[in-house]
């Protein structure tokens, strides 16, 4: 089993900046893939950007050139630089981990608890 805890969340104003970590720990064989995804109110889960273990990154449009993302596979930790923040990145943001827990295991998608975000004047 895998956990995935978050921290870094909270509130700031338009224009400010955060920095969200997320840390896997439990039985981990080998990461895939690490990221974020975000959930506004109303609104589907979307995909805020990935990393996979070699560094390779994808970013959701509406983020690019303002967040991101690095990643310390020793640690099996990834942060998120999120900088000129909008009211419209307001959302809870959950990390998620694609991650083989035993050698012979078949890679599973994890998810943490999330965290807020509120970007507000």
């Known amino acids: 089993q895998v956990q995935l805890v978050e921290s870094g969340g909270g509130l700031v104003q338009p224009g400010g900046s955060l920095r969200l970590s997320c840390a896997a720990s439990?039985?981990?064989?080998?990461?895939?893939?690490m990221g974020w995804y975000r959930q506004a109110p109303g609104k589907e889960r979307e995909l805020v950007v990935i990393?996979?273990?070699?560094?390779?990154?994808n970013y959701a449009a509406t983020v690019k050139g303002r967040f991101t993302i690095s990643r310390d596979n020793a640690k099996n930790t990834v942060y998120l630089e999120m900088n000129s923040l909008k009211p419209e990145d307001t959302a809870v943001y959950y990390c998620?981990?694609?991650?083989?827990?035993?050698?012979?295991?078949?890679?599973?998608?994890?998810w943490g608890q999330g965290t807020q975000v509120t970007v507000s004047s």
């Open positions: 998620y981990a694609e991650a083989v827990a035993r050698i012979l295991s078949v890679p599973y998608g994890y």
């Open positions: 439990g039985t981990i064989f080998r990461i895939n893939s």
């Open positions: 990393i996979t273990s070699g560094g390779s990154t």
